[in-house]
């Protein structure tokens, strides 16, 4: 098990006074960038690495001023061009969360995966720990359905290979999902802001990347929907695609927990369930 503590910034935190969701994220790729450079697989970041989905669960909120934050992980699954890596993030005592992400060898030149070279297998197999498989969350595909966000992308936003970043990829889920939700009823404002009566909490996030993200003046659009509603949660369903030519980027899909004041548990008001099931989306056909 490979574990690295994650430095904190000030500016990780967001309006609820702890670590946003999506910089949790970016704590994932920092200590995996860590743990490749320390070892026989370095070369594959400079070669070309990808990836392909991620899985996060999301247990208890980071605090700035707790305990040292750690990511321990290590390889959970291996295949002929694929590696998955679980994670647990805690701080102190407390599993803040789990993770999964599929990575895949791929030559930019080619624009194909390729297989991973011996000597990066066995850094991997002396890597190799056992842990149950997080659950699957499945949702329909929205084939243009949805409420339709503009995404512009920022120059910064860009990785090494000169592609949107992964982690960069919940900034823009985050960016979406707030703007139509607010759409759909005031009332999911976040905490604090003029109409909201409760918090949202974000339980579970998992996306898959389909197509590299480029740099462009034209925004992209990423479309979400409610997918399901449960007494206290909502499924969305988020895409991000070209809207000049439907390519679609990413799937996303996100579990919602509705909570009070003081972060317990609550059920969804009859009148926002309403609001929501003017804009569900239900598998096609």
């Known amino acids: 098990m490979f574990r690295w503590e994650c430095p904190l910034r000030w500016s990780d935190m967001d309006a609820q006074g702890h670590v946003n969701n999506a910089v949790m994220v970016d704590y994932l790729q920092e200590a995996r960038v860590v743990f490749l450079r320390d070892g026989a697989a370095s070369p594959l970041l400079d070669e070309g690495i990808?990836?392909?989905a991620h899985q996060v669960e999301y247990r208890s909120p980071i605090h700035y001023d707790g305990p040292a934050v750690v990511v321990e992980l290590g390889i959970s699954k291996l295949g002929a061009?694929?590696?998955e890596i679980a994670y647990e993030v805690k701080q102190g005592d407390d599993v803040a969360m789990r993770a999964r992400t599929m990575l895949c060898a791929f030559s930019f030149d080619e624009q194909k995966p390729i297989k991973l070279k011996p000597e990066y297998r066995a850094f991997f197999e002396a890597h190799r720990i056992e842990v149950q498989a997080l659950?699957?969350?499945k949702s329909?595909?929205?084939e243009g359905r949805g409420t339709p966000v503009a995404l512009p992308v920022r120059w910064t936003d860009l990785d090494s290979y000169g592609h949107v970043n992964n982690a960069k990829v919940y900034d823009y889920l985050q960016q979406a999902r707030i703007t139509a939700?607010?759409?759909w009823d005031p009332t999911m404002a976040r905490a604090g802001s003029k109409g909201s009566r409760h918090m949202w909490l974000i339980a579970r996030q998992d996306v898959d990347y389909l197509a590299q993200l480029?740099?462009?003046f034209e925004p992209y659009e990423v479309r979400v929907a409610p997918v399901h509603l449960g007494s206290s949660s909502i499924v969305l369903a988020s895409e991000i695609?070209?809207?000049?030519?439907g390519t679609v980027h990413n799937r996303a899909r996100t579990i919602l927990v509705i909570a009070d004041m003081d972060h317990r548990k609550t059920e969804l008001p009859e009148s926002l369930r309403e609001s929501l099931r003017e804009h569900l989306v239900a598998p096609a056909g």
Do not use: G, N, W, Y
């Open 241 to 245: 695609v070209d809207p000049a030519t």
């Open 50 to 52: 990808v990836v392909v």
């Open 135 to 137: 659950r699957e969350l």
């Open 181 to 183: 939700t607010t759409q």
């Open 214 to 216: 480029e740099h462009r």
């Open 81 to 83: 061009s694929r590696v």
């Open 140 to 142: 329909p595909s929205l």
